[in-house]
């Protein structure tokens, strides 16, 4: 009996009193207070599972544990689940239902290298050490998987038709995991895509990311005595270090939204031998993919540039291409309205605090301020400066992805403090600021196909006509290891 009174009074609370669950001054329709609810409800297992993926924190392609906690929820909520997409064994789609609309729903769980730390404001363990969640990829793929089974849940209780899809998407750092599944054909036939990322504020998406293009330049010298007989080498190094000069002087004449980063992954073996071997990785990215050809083509004349002068073999293995996000205005406008009836994150006293020591270690140049966490923003296009392979997936069919304040505001993505929020209740209560919001999204477009037609009209627009080609070679494989025993 307690826990029906705590339901009505929760439903009570959003239907009537909406501002004091939602933070909003607007009034849900009956079936959404009553989506909200429930997931209210069932809050604190989703956030277990996001916080059992955190401590996993498996890398692009080696997600096997993480995958499969994903499937597991999925398919005892009985879904169907098809594996291995894309030649990725950690990969997988989980479908219900039947027909048209056929809604995709993205998730994600990888995590990066360097980025271990416990959840706590300040940097443990020191040093770059282990893999952490630094992107929050534990909770944008518990949170697309809740909204998945919400949405199933809905139209199993009220009879619509249509199919709900998860995709299980693995490698989305560095390994392009979306650009292996479309080639697979895993979007071919869906009407639209919904996901999301985590962020240091609440946003709908239409803004577009950064095109890029990565690979390994590697050079292959002659060894020598660097002492008795240098005369007899040709430094690999030597040709890496030429055209990192070279790529550093290209950086003044190129469009000042481009960006160009790389590292060297090996640069021989001993100070002593002239290094008959080094292996330097680069990304370039841009907004404008045709944009980014030109400039790419003049970063392989740096390389080209390096093995002239040292005499030296180039060879370059491109690894990874993403497409920038084509928005989708119709998308857009949905995902902010059901946004603002979910409303943002309010911190607790305790996150208060946890949220000031994490900002005292920040520029304090332009932060922002912690309430804006509650806030959502409106609507508004521009460029955010990174990439994504849900940008591929975009164009091919229409595709929303909204931001919600997981991080402290002020945090950037892939640093120890976003890694930190991802572990604790502040990353967790954004999570599912994004999964009702997806949840949503996803129901009104099963109930009003009307809204599914303005999607497609919105990405025909866009796309102007403009057709997708991926820039990954065809003959590109999934940079895969052999699973540890």
């Given at each position: ?74 398919r ?16 997988f ?21 360097g ?41 199993k ?25 479309s ?24 803004k ?29 190094l ?79 293995e ?109 990353g ?6 994004a ?26 627009k ?20 052999p699973?540890?025993?």
């Open positions: 009996m307690s826990s029906y009174l705590a339901s009505f009074f929760l439903l009570f609370l959003i239907v009537v009193h909406p501002k004091s669950v939602q933070g909003q001054n607007e009034n849900p329709p009956t079936w959404k207070a009553q989506v909200l609810a429930n997931m209210e409800q069932r809050a604190s297992h989703f956030i277990a599972l996001s916080r059992r993926i955190w401590e996993i924190a498996e890398i692009s392609f080696e997600e096997y544990q993480s995958s499969e906690l994903i499937a597991s929820e999925l005892a909520a009985g879904f169907q689940i098809k594996t291995n997409i894309g030649a990725m064994p950690t990969s789609i989980a479908s219900w239902g039947s027909g048209k609309p056929i809604i995709a729903i993205l998730g994600e769980y990888d995590a990066l290298p980025l271990r730390q416990e959840a706590i404001p300040e940097k443990r363990p020191t040093g770059m050490l282990g893999t952490g969640h630094g992107c929050g990829h534990n909770l944008l793929g518990t949170a697309a998987a809740f909204a998945a089974i919400t949405a199933k849940e809905f139209m209780a009220n009879s619509l038709g249509g199919t709900i899809r998860f995709y299980g998407c693995p490698a989305e750092e560095n390994g392009s995991g979306k650009v292996h599944m080639r697979a054909g895993a979007f071919a036939d869906c009407d639209a895509a919904l996901t999301w990322h985590p962020d240091d504020r609440n946003e709908p998406g239409m577009t990311t950064l095109a890029n293009e990565g690979a390994y330049f590697r050079f292959r010298g002659t060894a020598a005595h660097a002492a008795r007989a240098p005369e007899k080498g040709r430094s690999a030597d040709a890496v270090m030429l055209m990192g000069h070279a790529v550093d002087m290209l950086r003044e004449h190129v469009p000042s939204e481009t960006r160009i980063h790389y590292y060297i992954s090996n640069g021989g073996v001993s100070a002593n031998i002239v290094p008959e071997f080094s292996e330097v990785r680069l990304t370039a990215r841009h907004p404008d993919a045709p944009t980014l050809d030109a400039i790419w083509k003049r970063v392989v004349k740096c390389a080209e540039a390096g093995a002239l002068a040292t005499e030296t073999k180039l060879e370059i491109i690894i990874g291409a993403l497409a920038n996000v084509l928005p989708n205005d119709a998308l857009a406008r949905l995902s902010e309205s059901n946004m603002r009836l979910v409303g943002g994150v309010r911190y607790t006293q305790a996150e208060r605090e946890f949220a000031a020591k994490i900002q005292a270690l920040l520029p304090q140049d332009g932060l922002p301020d912690l309430n804006s966490a509650a806030q959502v923003f409106p609507v508004q296009e521009g460029v955010t400066f990174w990439s994504t392979d849900v940008g591929d997936v975009s164009w091919q069919i229409p595709t929303g992805e909204i931001r919600a304040a997981t991080f402290v505001p002020g945090v950037v993505p892939h640093t120890w403090q976003s890694t930190a929020c991802s572990g604790m209740s502040i967790q209560k954004g999570m599912l600021v999964a009702k919001t997806i949840a949503l999204t996803a129901i009104d477009l099963f109930q009003r196909p009307v809204l599914v037609g303005e999607a497609r009209q919105s990405f025909e866009r796309r102007a006509g403009r057709a997708y080609s991926s820039k990954l070679p065809p003959d590109a494989k999934p940079q895969l290891k699973r540890a025993n």
